[in-house]
């Protein structure tokens, strides 16, 4: 039990609370739907289910035993699942419970990097929960007010790149010129020195919850990785060993490319559904797991430049454009380097810069 002792706050001595009273009313069920909905949380990093639900890493799963095994439209499954409902896969109890025990042993190839749930109880009761899931994403026999989504007035529809005149600038006419929107939407980095941090703040106990629900059955609940999914905590003092473990606390530079990169990429399968709070909160998480700050820690774009990490000095600026090696020997030309107009002097087509098969393969020939 040690290692949990960490993660006891008292945010989660009122869940086991919660939990013990859930069970004390649940005795009297074979399954749970109720506690599979909390067993699903180590499922939702993956699946989404509800109304909006989309594909994240795993295929939403409202409807599941209705619409069938592999049948999630617009999900691209992998060829051991599709391989398997051939064969005559339906998802019912007792296949659900095989495929949720030891998914990669159930069926080896599938893309669901998960070990599975070991208490059969959790796996019966997160059956039954999924078992209220209609395909719409409403539960089985609540009812649901119908609300009306009024479009505004000045909602309108953005034209297709296809559909807007082509403006007239340069010789080869590319695209049109990108709204400001757009730019924004683009431009999200955030530099070493606080460039571009949003405004906001996130708590690490905030931090913890968001984890464990979006990150955990990855990035596993202390950050040290499920299978083979990406390591996040620990391996200080392991850079100069044959096989340094690089972390966010033992390698990475800056926390402004720990905030960037979160709200770029992650969740895997689901990025960009964060919110700027959401990442300050993930970010204060990463820094607890990896001992650089208490659990009453809150991280703001206030205080955020105070943080180094422990590796930063190692970093150091190439320098070697000094070196004569190197050294440029004029200024780059960087605007109005060519006189006249630009001129098409080859196609890629013809150019052929793809090695072939087999003689080619050493040298992208220039044809
Ligand atoms: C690490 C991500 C991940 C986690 C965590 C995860 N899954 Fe999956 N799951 C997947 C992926 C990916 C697939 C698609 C499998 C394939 O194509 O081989 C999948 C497929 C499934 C399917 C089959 C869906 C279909 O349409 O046929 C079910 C059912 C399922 N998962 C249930 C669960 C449940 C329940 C949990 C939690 C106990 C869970 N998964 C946890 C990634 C995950
Ligand atoms: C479905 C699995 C999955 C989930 C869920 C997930 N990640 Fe990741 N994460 C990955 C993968 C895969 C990579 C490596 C991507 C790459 O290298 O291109 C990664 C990389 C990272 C890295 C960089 C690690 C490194 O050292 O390079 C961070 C930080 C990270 N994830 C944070 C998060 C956070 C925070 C969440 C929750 C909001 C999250 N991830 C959810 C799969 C996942």
Redesign the pocket.
């Known amino acids: 039990m040690s290692i949990c002792a960490k993660r006891f706050t008292q945010s989660s001595f009122l869940f086991l609370a919660l939990m013990g009273f859930n069970s004390l009313s649940a005795v009297s069920f074979a399954a749970d739907a109720e506690a599979g909905k909390s067993?699903?949380n180590?499922?939702a990093?993956?699946?989404a289910v509800g109304p909006d639900a989309a594909h994240r890493?795993?295929?939403q799963?409202n409807g599941?035993t209705t619409?069938?095994?592999?049948?999630?439209s617009g999900?691209?499954?992998?060829n051991?699942?599709?391989k398997r409902v051939n064969e005559g896969l339906s998802?019912d109890d007792k296949s659900?419970d095989a495929?949720?025990a030891a998914?990669l042993s159930n069926?080896p190839?599938?893309?669901?990097?998960?070990p599975g749930?070991q208490s059969a109880d959790d796996r019966a009761n997160?059956?039954a929960y999924?078992k209220t899931l209609n395909p719409d994403g409403t539960i089985v026999g609540e009812v649901v007010e119908k609300v009306e989504v009024i479009k505004s007035d000045d909602s309108k529809e953005r034209p297709l790149a296809i559909d807007v005149p082509i403006p007239e600038h340069g010789i080869l006419h590319l695209g049109r010129v990108a709204l400001a929107e757009e730019i924004s939407a683009w431009d999200i980095d955030i530099r070493p020195d606080g460039q571009g941090l949003p405004s906001g703040q996130g708590s690490v106990l905030d931090g913890g919850e968001l984890y464990d629900a979006q990150c955990a059955?990855?990035h596993g609940v202390f950050g040290e990785g499920?299978g083979r999914?990406p390591i996040l905590a620990g391996g200080q003092d392991s850079l100069t060993d044959e096989r340094p473990e690089k972390t966010v606390g033992s390698y990475w530079p800056y926390l402004s490319t720990v905030y960037d990169y979160i709200r770029r990429a992650m969740p895997f399968g689901n990025t960009r559904s964060l919110s700027d709070d959401d990442v300050y909160a993930l970010t204060a998480y990463l820094l607890y797991l990896n001992d650089m700050v208490d659990e009453s820690f809150e991280l703001t774009d206030q205080n955020f430049l105070d943080i180094r990490l422990p590796n930063e000095e190692n970093f150091i600026p190439d320098s070697r454009s000094e070196e004569s090696w190197f050294a440029a020997t004029t200024e780059p030309c960087m605007n109005d380097c060519i006189e006249g107009v630009a001129e098409v002097i080859q196609r890629a087509r013809v150019l052929d810069v793809t090695p072939d098969e087999d003689n080619d393969a050493q040298n992208g020939s220039l044809d």
């Open positions: 067993t699903f180590q499922c990093g993956c699946h890493f795993g295929p799963l599941l619409r069938g095994a592999g049948a999630a999900y691209d499954y992998s051991a699942l599709l998802w659900l495929y949720l998914p069926m190839g599938t893309k669901m990097a998960y749930l997160v059956i999924l059955s990855c499920e999914w």
